[in-house]
């Protein structure tokens, strides 16, 4: 069984510019609203179904949540799943949102 990796933020950055990965929020409704990063899947109980069959098992996905501690336990069960390469990102949404452009409301 594969396991995730820890990601950080700047290679983070460098695979979503490139296109190489999908980024997977699952913080709860509002603090998504509030601010997430472009392009990104609002993962949660509701929305996991449509994600896992919406998404390649071949593309790298990248979870966040709010500091990098949550997206852990979130990483390991996609990898479960069967994503061949699945990251959790170190720092979280609250480390990103310092330093890189972000979205405010559904996108």
């Known amino acids: 069984m594969s396991e995730f990796k820890r990601i950080s933020i700047s290679q983070a950055l460098e695979k979503i510019n490139q296109g190489q990965a999908v980024v997977a929020d699952i913080r709860d409704e509002q603090s998504f609203q509030g ?20 998404t390649d098992f071949a593309t790298p996905v990248i979870v966040v949540c709010y500091h990098g501690n949550s997206s852990q336990g979130a990483a390991q069960y996609l990898t479960q799943q069967g994503f061949d390469e699945v990251y959790s990102m170190d720092g979280g949404f609250e480390g990103w949102r310092h330093n890189h452009p972000f979205v405010q409301g559904g996108e």
């Open 35 to 54: 601010g997430h990063i472009a392009g990104a899947y609002h993962l949660t109980n509701g929305t996991l179904n449509g994600f896992l069959q919406q």
